[in-house]
């Protein structure tokens, strides 16, 4: 269709000429932190395989036996099919991990937080979402039909301000942050949120995709302050520090049960391949028996801020804040001249004018490597002119 490739090209036209057009480059992962890009080895920061699971031995055998035994797919919606027993193994290991009663298990985060959101929010109700929330819970939000109002990020006064103002209007109300922010690295402030959460009566959730594996012990952001903090939807993703793929809820029995019957992303979608199960399976058992382990990614980011001079990193991630798009461009090929593989963040994914580089830090990122890389972006990034590094860190 003419008008088709029309509408699309002069789309992107327009992408490019704010210097928002992404592209994808052939990059291939070598081991946990190694990429092979243009034809040259990088050492990469831009992987959320926080402590490099998914190269893990461990993990890898668990798949393929899985594999092996089970086959690639999982053929149906478990409601169809059949329910592995590997899913209910993952299952109750997660809900053991995050103290709840149960666990439900999905095919991504992303398709977690749109199922999730709307099987118990509806027309008439309201989710008050954190603005900096990753953008597959403002999408379950908008699914939900609920009415949706963004809170300033973390600011409990405004939040409560939004609660006085509008609670009582609706018969229910969801609060929804990150526990770890995707793009900030910054942790949300959980117990604060819950106490208001129990003194207007609104349900409380939590996308622990960042936080699971690397913060709290290893339980997440939930569980930073050393005890559970009052969250009853505790939501995240095995793709990330588990280095396998997959979403989850963990929460009580009666709302998993719900969900199995109401989330339209589990009922109307195909299980999650058995293999990926039980590699997460194998990724919890280390997460849970060497928590020193799970402790590096978020000592190493710390060793980071520390030689750069940045505030204190709360979690694996690291966000240098440049401003326009273009500055974060130039300041991404600065460092993959310099063998490191640091991607430019640019809007949508972040708010306008806060393009930035976005670190993420490994258990596995040699300690040489990262002091290498402080040195450079202290010298080279922080130091460029006003055009390149408009509003520094944050
Ligand atoms: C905070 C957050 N939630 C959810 C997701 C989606 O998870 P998944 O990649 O498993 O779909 C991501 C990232 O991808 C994320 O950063």
Partial sequence: MRSLDEFAAAKLAELERANLRRRLVDTTRLDGIW????????????????????????????????????????????????????FAALEERLARLKQTQAACVFGSGYLANIGIIPALIGAGDLVLVDELAHACLFAGARLSRATVMPFRHSDLAHLQALLDQHRARHPRVLIA?????????????IPG???????????LMT????????????????????????????????????????????????VIELIHNRARSFVYSTGLPPAMAAAAVAALDRIETDPAYAALPLAKARSFTRRVGL????????????????????ASRLLEAEGFLVIAIRPPTVPAGTARLRFAFTAQHPDHEIERLA????????????????????
């Fill in 375 to 394: 040195d450079i972006v202290r010298a080279r990034i922080l130091t460029a002119p006003p055009q390149a590094q408009a509003a520094g860190a944050r």
């Fill in 207 to 254: 996308d622990d995709a960042h936080g699971i594996g690397v913060v709290g012990g290893g339980r997440g952001s939930t569980f930073v302050a050393g005890v559970r903090a009052d969250v009853p939807l505790q939501m995240g993703t095995l793709s990330k520090a588990i280095g396998a793929y997959g979403g989850y809820l963990c929460a009580s029995a009666c």
């Fill in 311 to 330: 505030p204190e990193a709360e979690s694996p991630i690291v966000p240098l804040i440049v401003g326009d798009a273009q500055a974060a461009l130039r």
């Fill in 193 to 203: 949120l819950a106490a208001l959460a129990e003194r207007f009566d609104a349900w």
């Fill in 35 to 86: 990429a092979l890009r243009n034809g040259r080895r990088l050492l990469s920061f831009s992987c959320n395989d926080y402590l490099n699971l998914s190269q893990d031995p461990a993990v890898k055998a668990a798949a393929i036996d899985a594999l092996e035994r089970y086959g690639i797919g999982s053929g149906a919606s478990r409601l169809v099919t059949g329910n592995h027993p590997v």
């Fill in 177 to 189: 942050t990150d526990g770890v922010f995707s793009m900030d690295g910054d942790l949300a402030p």
